[in-house]
């Protein structure tokens, strides 16, 4: 598939998935959704990929979704197609660890597809806010759940009732960013941090990403018996194998993601 809204480039064991219609903000079309769930899709059957960077450009990863294009969306168009719906599943749901690198402008279903992800690296000029209020809706993509979740009641509803943005540090500062860096270099940040995670056993990555995200839908008792689960699932793996000789080997280890 050509892709006409966003750049895939592999730097194995990473890839990176740049978000590329600089000339709206990076804002998310239908075109731009069915690209992202495509390559995502290739990228979680390639063995050499062990972590996603997903990024837009400095100016914005993403002003939300295409206001041009919803304009003359009809209640019964979002229930019939789904809308962005592929994209929310593929992403929430995604198998890989996914760093968003973050810079400039990151509203609306752009902070909703940046909350999906799972490391999230922001520039100190990111702004960050779920506007969809200021245009007669309501977040729609998440929105209203993750980043209550993430912020809290008060603050949430601060953001998205006055659709207000807040700044890359008010965002560490309530937990809605994993870390805040300099403006050059978030994208190389990321990188780094991509590349940490790719050193580690694709199969332990997967059950700790499962077990993480299990933690906003059930009960304390309920997660940490899937947390034991997936714990002792490890103990089959050959990666566990490696893993604790290779400490005691005193050498880096090599996972296999056997
Ligand atoms: N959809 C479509 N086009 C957009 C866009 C969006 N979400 N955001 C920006 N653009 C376009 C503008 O229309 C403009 O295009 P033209 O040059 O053709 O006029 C271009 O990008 C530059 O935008 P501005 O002139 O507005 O630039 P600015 O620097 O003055 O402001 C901004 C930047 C604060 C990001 C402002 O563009 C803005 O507020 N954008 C809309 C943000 C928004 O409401 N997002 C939520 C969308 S709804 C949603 O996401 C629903 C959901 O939950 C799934």
Not at 235 to 238: A, Q, V
């Given at each position: 598939m050509e892709y006409g809204t966003i750049v895939l480039s592999r730097e194995i064991p990473i890839a990176i998935i740049r978000l590329n219609r600089p000339e709206a903000y990076n804002a998310l079309n239908m075109q731009m959704v069915h690209e992202i769930v495509d390559a995502l899709d290739k990228l979680e059957e390639d063995?050499?990929?062990r972590c996603i960077v997903l990024t837009g450009n400095d100016k914005a990863f993403s002003a939300g979704a295409d206001i041009k294009e919803m304009i003359n969306l009809s209640s019964v168009d979002l229930i019939r197609t789904g809308h962005f719906l592929p994209l929310w599943n593929k992403v929430g749901n995604y198998s890989k660890p996914i760093v968003a690198a973050l810079s400039g402008y990151v509203l609306g279903g752009g902070l909703e597809l940046a909350m999906s992800c799972d490391v999230l690296v922001a520039s100190e000029n990111t702004k960050l806010g779920q506007p969809e209020i200021n245009i007669g809706v309501i977040p729609g993509g998440g929105g209203t759940q993750r980043l209550t979740r993430a912020v809290g009641k008060y603050k949430a509803m601060e953001m998205i009732l006055t659709g207000s943005m807040i700044t890359a540090e008010e965002a560490l500062r309530l937990g809605l960013v994993s870390r805040v860096v300099p403006a050059n270099s978030y994208l190389d940040e990321a990188k780094k941090v991509a590349l940490e995670i790719s050193s580690k056993s694709p199969l332990a990555l997967k059950l700790a990403k499962e077990a993480v995200n299990r933690a906003f839908e059930i009960s304390l008792q309920e997660g940490l018996s899937f947390e034991r689960k997936n714990f002792f699932l490890l103990?089959?793996?050959?990666d566990k194998k490696e893993g604790m000789n290779a400490f005691l080997q005193k050498r880096k280890p090599e996972f296999k993601g056997r």
């Open positions: 063995e050499g990929v103990f089959s793996s050959e």
